[in-house]
């Protein structure tokens, strides 16, 4: 349930070369930090590489709805922020 806070979007054409089409390669498992009912929880994300049919680029899926670099949803960043205010 958790899960839909988090999505995985494939990469819509290579910025490399613009080919639009990707082989599926590696896959990775990253936990993220969610809210839950108030409460800071781990979600597992499944990513995936591609790799550009035509220069041979790879690229990781993008996530969406949470932050990649500090691996917390939206929701949590803006959850903190606010909780942080408060003091
Ligand atoms: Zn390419």
Redesign the pocket.
């Known amino acids: 349930m958790h899960n839909s806070l988090i999505q995985t979007v494939p990469p819509h054409h ?6 639009q089409k990707f082989h599926k390669t590696e896959k990775k498992i990253q936990y993220y930090q969610a809210l839950s009912d108030g409460e800071v929880v781990f979600v597992e994300v499944k990513r995936r590489r591609y790799r ?6 790879k690229k990781w899926d993008q996530v969406s709805g949470a932050c990649s670099y500090k691996k917390k949803t939206d929701g949590l960043v803006l959850w903190e922020k606010n909780t942080r205010n408060r003091h």
């Open positions: 290579c910025e490399t070369c613009g080919n550009c049919t035509g220069c041979g680029n």
